[in-house]
Each structure stands twice: as structure tokens, then as C-alpha cells.
């Protein structure tokens, strides 16, 4: 099993143009164009005594058509991904290659989100991790990044603990105009120190279309945050970049939503999404929000894009977070993302959910228990 290295909708560049953008670095640069809105996607499975042979000659004549393929190798079978204008798709006999066992259309509106279109979970990689194989990746650090001694020393501890990627927030969305809106790019040259000190890829959250080319120079995962999970044409220029990104549930929105809006990052050639739960906004006024664990298993089930679970959102209450760690790690979550801070009284955002680096390390402990306990590893 493996993440996804080619792009299936890279091979036809007539639909549009890339925007201009300088620097390559961290795979930042824009390839691809909009897929259109009458694409369709098959799904051809090969019979398990399919040869290699057979499943080149079925991919290349795919790509001579004009058409796109995204291989999935299974243990048993070979799950060829075919997607292109519906027209296109539907002329071409598909099943009638040797080695092939079934060609089915993906009815689900989000067709390359959607399990089927892969039959097996991806992985994705942030720097050198993988999240989405059996080991529960742990990612943690400040709501926001306020200082070098702070981001270094929070990176330190959590790396220590356990954790595998470190989270800081440059560019914060704020209710408020007037509270603490992030470092901007001082934050970022700050996390690329913590990653040089500790060796830990960092996640920071993209906002703005306008600051993706900088976010990409230091990020090795873009986030998008809840209140942007619907700013179609910030996940449309996520998309086309092929740095990994976590798309945050919206407060508001059903997990149908929640694909929908990972299908538009896809739908521009970048595969390498995380979808995080964070919590909704419900009745419920004791808690900051109410954190939804029922998306993890139906979204185990309905994609096969690796799931993150955000417990310090969720319910934004310290004292609660581990028990709300430890119930996403029991319902199947790939990875979790707590908020740490060595100093929670004097956070510039959210001091009253964040964990003490001693508490954080307690609940690596639980959640290792936890992760042992289902199958898994920390
Ligand atoms: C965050 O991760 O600090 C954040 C602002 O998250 P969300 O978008 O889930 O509110
Ligand atoms: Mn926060």
C-alpha cells in the first residue's frame, strides 16, 4: 500500500492553465488544471491472477485514451481508478481487457474521495511520517506560535512524549478582530526552527489564498481550518499543490460536507488529504463544542482518505480532552491532534483547552494502552 506519488488528473492539461507561481520547493507549485464538473469515475478490479503485463497494457491504454488511472495495489487484487469526462468514459470497453474482474461506475458524489474508488485505505505522508497504517500518529504543539522559546521548548516535550508532527498556528482565524491574529511568517520561520531542533514535520494552518505560496515554503501540511472548510477556491488551490493537507470539519457541516470539500482538493490532483473531525456546534452549551466520534467510523467507511481526530476543539474544556483522546483512538482515528502549551495561563489563544507537556505525556501513555488494546501502535 502506498500514498499516492501519481496524479490521475495530471496527464490532460488542455481543460485550463496553471497559475504562474515561482519556487518549487515543498511542492508548492500549481500542476494541474480544474477537473470538469461531468467527470466521471470507474473502477476497474482485476482478477487476483492478473498479471503485471496485463495491468500495464490496461493503464497505458487508458492514458493513450485521454483518460486518467490511479493504481491501488491490494494484497489480493489490483483496484485501477479510471476517471475523465463522462462521454469519454462510458465509450470505452473497459471490461473487455484481459485480467479484468469487474468495472463499476462510482455512484457516490465524491467519487475519488469515496473508499471504493482505491478499495484500501491510502497513506499519507507529512515529511517522513504515515499517517493512516497501523500506527495512531500523534501531532501536537500551541495553538498558536508566540515565541521562539516557546515553540521550541513545547516542540521539545511533545517530541519527547511521543508525538510525530508538531502543530502551531502562524495565520489564526480569530471571532475577533482584536484578539491575537498570529505571527504571519515570523510564526512560520519559527516552526521551521522547531523542526530543525527537534526533527518534527510541522502542520500549519493556510487562510488565505493570498498566503499559500509563503505557508507551502515552510509547511510540510497545510491545514484548513473548520471556518474554511467551504472556501472552495482556497481547496481548489490546495489542490494544486501536492503538499498534504488536513481539512478540518466545518462547525457546521455534515460529514457528506466534509467529503464534498475534500473532493474539490482531490478533484485538482492532490490525494494527499487528511480529514480532521474537531468538533460541531450543537444545543449543547457545557462544552466548547460537541465533538462528533461518529464520523470516525462512518468516514472509515465512506473514504478511504486516513481520519484525524482534534479532541481539544471538540470539546475545548482541558480537563475533558484525554477522556475524548482516548474515546477517538477507541473508535479508529489514524491520528490525533492535541494542543499543548508550557504556559496555558498566558496563551495568546485558547490557554483554557491546551495540555500541560507533563499531561500530554501522560495521556501518550493511555493512548498507547488504548491503541495496543484495538490492534494498533503509537
Ligand atoms: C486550530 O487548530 O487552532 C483551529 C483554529 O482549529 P479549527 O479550525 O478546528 O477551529
Ligand atoms: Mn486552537
Known amino acids: 500500500m502506498s500514498t499516492f506519488l501519481s496524479n490521475p488528473l495530471a496527464a490532460d492539461t488542455k481543460l485550463g492553465t496553471a497559475l504562474p507561481r515561482s519556487g518549487s520547493q515543498n511542492g508548492c507549485e500549481l500542476v494541474n488544471p480544474p477537473q470538469t464538473a461531468e467527470a466521471l469515475a470507474m473502477i476497474i478490479i482485476t482478477r487476483p491472477d492478473a498479471t503485471e503485463e496485463q495491468i500495464d497494457h490496461i ?3 487508458i492514458h493513450k485514451w485521454g483518460l486518467r488511472a490511479e493504481v491501488s495495489r491490494g494484497e489480493m487484487r489490483v483496484v485501477i481508478g479510471v476517471i475523465g469526462p463522462e462521454d469519454k468514459i462510458r465509450e470505452k470497453p473497459l471490461g473487455a481487457f484481459p485480467g479484468v474482474e469487474s468495472v463499476t461506475p462510482v455512484l457516490k458524489p465524491y467519487k475519488l474521495v469515496s473508499y471504493e474508488f482505491r478499495g484500501m485505505p491510502s497513506k499519507v505522508k507529512v515529511g517522513n511520517v504515515a499517517v493512516g497504517g497501523k500506527e495512531v500518529v500523534l501531532m501536537a504543539g500551541p495553538c498558536s506560535v508566540e515565541s521562539e522559546d516557546q515553540i521550541i521548548a513545547i516542540a521539545q516535550s511533545i517530541g519527547k512524549a511521543g508525538a510525530k508532527i508538531l502543530r502551531g498556528g502562524a495565520f489564526k482565524p480569530r471571532t475577533s478582530p482584536y484578539s491575537f491574529q498570529g ?4 510564526g512560520l520561520q519559527l516552526l521551521a526552527e522547531a523542526r530543525r531542533e527537534t526533527g518534527l514535520p510541522i502542520i500549519t494552518e493556510v487562510m488565505d489564498t493570498k498566503d499559500l505560496e509563503l505557508v507551502c515554503e515552510y509547511a510540510d501540511c497545510l491545514q484548513v481550518g473548520a471556518r474554511n472548510m467551504q472556501n472552495f477556491s482556497l481547496l481548489r488551490e490546495v489542490g494544486r499543490t501536492r503538499l498534504p493537507v488536513m481539512l ?8 457528506k460536507d466534509l467529503l464534498m470539500s475534500a473532493e ?3 478533484s485538482e490532483g492532490n490525494f494527499n488529504v487528511l480529514l480532521c473531525e474537531r468538533g460541531i456546534r450543537t444545543f449543547e452549551t457545557m462544552t466548547r463544542n460537541t465533538l462528533d466520534l461518529n464520523a470516525v467510523p462512518v468516514l472509515k467507511a465512506e473514504t478511504h482518505l486516513p481520519v484525524v481526530v482534534d479532541p481539544t476543539h ?3 474544556i482541558r480537563q475533558f480532552v ?6 477517538a483512538v477507541a473508535a479508529g482515528a489514524d491520528s490525533i491532534m492535541i494542543e499543548v502549551h508550557n504556559a496555558p495561563e498566558l496563551a495568546k489563544s485558547d490557554g483554557e483547552q491546551c495540555l500541560l507537556p507533563g499531561e500530554f505525556e501522560d495521556l501518550v ?3 498507547r494502552g ?3 488494546a484495538i490492534g494498533r501502535e503509537v
Open 248 to 255: 478540518k470539519r466545518g462547525m457546521a457541516a455534515s460529514i
Open 370 to 372: 488504548v491503541a495496543e
Open 59 to 61: 493503464v497505458s491504454r
Open 264 to 266: 474539490y482538493i482531490l
Open 314 to 316: 471538540g470539546i475545548g
Open 322 to 327: 484525554p477522556a475524548m483522546a482516548l474515546a
Open 183 to 186: 505571527l504571519g511568517k515570523a
Open 365 to 367: 501513555c493511555r493512548i
